[in-house]
């Protein structure tokens, strides 16, 4: 929290904008909980009304970097990912799936014997509509997240994100 309020904006640090800004508005101003991303390349998005706001990870600086990874960020946004991807998601939340998808299977009258493997796919389901870079493009729905930013370079990839929302 130091750094960040020692840290440069337009030749203030964080703490005397935050004085500034205090004297403006007349209601005392602190920052109670930051995100920090650590990547190469990182982008950001505020959603209008500045009650959520996402950073982006990208894996290299490459041309295209800033719209793919405000993109992405937009992405975040409106879908809220529960991770990156498979590997990502906790044993916790895996297993939790799987339970919900079981009950459902047996209230539909599935058979015992059927119940894992139909469960296994509709946890593979799961991950396609819970992490970032599996889920459908909000701007291409043809496409991933991931496809998305294999177009912008081959070699480019989403390594993390943050998101936090007001209210």
């Keep these: 929290m130091e ?69 992405v960020a937009m992405q975040v946004a409106a879908m809220n990912p529960v991770a990156l991807n498979e590997s990502a998601v906790d044993q916790e939340t895996i297993n939790k799936e799987i339970e919900i998808a079981k009950d459902q299977l047996r209230q539909e009258g599935k058979p015992e014997a059927m119940l894992d493997n139909i469960a296994k796919g509709k946890l593979k389901r799961f991950f396609k509509d819970n992490t970032l870079v599996n889920q459908a493009f909000i701007k291409d729905s043809k496409q991933s997240v991931d ?21």
């Excluded at 912008?152 to 936090?164: G, I, S």
């Design 3 to 71: 750094s960040l309020l020692q840290a440069s904006i337009d030749g203030f640090s964080v703490q005397e904008k935050l004085l500034e800004q205090t004297g403006v508005i007349g209601e005392k101003i602190e920052i109670g909980a930051f995100e920090k991303l650590d990547a190469p390349f990182v982008g950001s998005y505020i959603h209008a009304g500045n009650k959520i706001a996402t950073l982006v990870g990208l894996s290299s600086p490459v041309e295209g970097a800033a719209n793919a990874a405000k993109d």
């Design 147 to 167: 496809q998305y930013i294999k177009s912008v370079d081959d070699n480019l990839e989403v390594t993390a994100f943050e998101r936090v929302a007001l209210g």
